[in-house]
């Protein structure tokens, strides 16, 4: 059974740091591509970031580009989100996900984790 299950969320003041992480369990995390998406309270999910399978293939929503870095190792089977300058318009729940082939739609993913919530306070 595929297992995503995000860490790291919480609150900060705007300006601040959080670093988030997704542990992978029951797959072989070095074959899938992964992503970070997130849902604001009344929004659609949004693209944050994805990386290919080998590490390569890094590209991030213009919305979070030079402030968010994503990352994995394969040999932890962790996938990560380095987020800085946090922005109160960042706050939502955010989630990683796991699939096949990579993209910005939430329908290119075929599996989620739980989701972890970050609130930004201006």
């Known amino acids: 059974q595929v297992q995503l299950a995000e860490s790291g969320g919480g609150s900060v003041q705007a300006g601040g740091s959080l670093k988030l992480s997704c542990r992978a369990s029951?797959?072989?995390?070095?074959?899938?591509?992964m992503a970070w998406f997130r849902q604001a309270p009344g929004r659609e999910r949004e693209f944050v970031a994805r990386i290919h399978w080998n590490g390569g293939g890094v590209l991030h929503a213009d919305s979070v580009r030079g402030r968010f870095t994503i990352s994995r190792d394969n040999r932890l089977d962790i996938l990560r989100l380095q987020m800085d300058g946090l922005q109160s318009e960042d706050t939502a729940v955010y989630y990683c996900?796991?699939?096949?082939?990579?993209?910005?739609?939430?329908?290119?993913?075929?599996?989620w984790g739980q989701g972890t919530q970050v609130t930004v306070s201006s």
């Open positions: 996900a796991a699939g096949g082939t990579s993209g910005k739609s939430p329908g290119d993913y075929a599996y």
């Open positions: 029951g797959v072989t995390f070095r074959n899938y591509y």
